[in-house]
């Protein structure tokens, strides 16, 4: 019977200084490679224009790519950091790396769907483990900018901020940056979202979606609609509601949980599975009931046949189809959580 290796802090001191990230989460290693020059970019302008605040009120410090040990099997380096003066007497040591969360942590994607889940699973389940009040996830390619906050003792998802609205947070009381003005200096025309043909069909989809569910139904306060197949919604718990251009020529309305711990995601899947008569009369129809292999994360959802490049008159029908499950799962579910 095989086992996974469980990395350490000490087996990474043993591999090769040849420019790759190496970072530990829960025991398993994970690698990048050197970043994209508008990540590195971006970290930079964010890190300015909290520094110039930070500069101002005195009231903690700002770092890029600090050392951010937990435990020996929690061993990573975020993009940037803002930590209190009070939290960093406790929490730098002798090393010279952080031994406990800052207040804010923040990571810019790299481009690919690994770099991907490993900060909006991976990371966002271990800061929400490991203390951070607030969680910023930047996307320097479609320019926005995903806010999670503490409340109950995890991260949950706020909302997508676009380069027409302002970044703030109540940890830093009088902070204020445009988003836009992270990304001002990158060209459009590198970043091959915004020349594709299917992304810019997904952004005017998910863009009347946002729109209508914000102003006709009072669902979200997110204003953007995104370049790509999913636009997400927070929920109110450690996960997400969703619409999606699944694979298969089909769409789906879910409900995506990840609590942060596989115990505590099994007794709420177990829960709701045993209510299951119950959710689906109310909800109306029948529900498909997905644990997700290899990962903590759960999914309920509903699917209807359905492709981004159907004509228009089609993507309308799926549009109101979308809302009409979004409200119902939101009124079913909510409740429950």
């Excluded at 050392?67 to 950091?81: H, K, M």
């Excluded at 060209?187 to 594709?196: I, Y």
Aim: hydrophobic share 35%; net charge negative; proline share 4%.
């Amino acid at each position: 019977m095989s086992t996974m290796t469980r990395w350490t802090s000490a087996d990474l001191e043993r591999l090769p200084d040849d420019g790759t990230r190496y970072e530990i989460i829960d025991g398993e290693l994970h690698m990048s490679k050197q970043p994209h020059w508008y990540h590195q970019f971006t970290c930079k302008r964010l890190t300015t224009k909290l520094d110039v605040w930070n500069e101002q009120s005195q009231l903690g410090e700002v770092n890029y790519t600090p050392g951010l040990i937990f435990a020996e099997d929690d061993d990573v380096v975020p993009d940037v950091i803002w930590i209190s003066n009070e939290r960093l007497g406790n929490a730098l040591e002798a090393d010279g790396k952080l031994h406990a969360s800052p207040e804010l942590v923040v990571e810019v994607l790299s481009p690919g769907s690994k770099n991907e889940r490993r900060d909006r699973e991976a990371k966002l389940q271990l800061y929400g483990r490991r203390g951070a009040d607030e969680y910023w996830i930047v996307n320097w390619m479609l320019r926005c900018i995903d806010v999670y906050r503490r409340d109950q003792a995890q991260l949950h998802y706020i909302a997508t901020l676009s380069e027409g609205d302002s970044l703030e947070s109540p940890l830093l009381p009088g902070f204020s940056c445009a988003v836009g003005e992270l990304f001002e200096r990158i060209p459009r025309e590198r970043d091959e979202h915004h020349t594709s043909p299917r992304m810019g069909s997904y952004r005017r989809f998910n863009q009347a979606l946002v729109d209508e569910l914000r102003e006709q139904h009072h669902f979200t306060p997110q204003k953007r609609g995104l370049e790509a197949n999913t636009q997400r919604f927070g929920s109110g718990v450690s996960g997400r509601y969703g619409v999606s251009f699944a694979r298969g020529g089909r769409v789906r309305v879910e409900l995506y949980i990840d609590e942060g711990d596989l115990e505590r995601n099994n007794a709420t899947f177990a829960a709701l599975l045993a209510r299951q008569s119950a959710i689906e009369h109310e909800f109306g129809e029948p529900l498909e009931w997905e644990p997700l292999e290899g990962r903590r994360a759960f999914r309920i959802a509903v699917y209807r046949e359905g492709s981004i490049d159907d004509a228009e008159e089609n993507l309308v029908e799926i549009r109101a189809w979308a809302i009409d499950r979004l409200l119902k799962f939101k009124s079913v579910f909510d409740p429950r959580l």
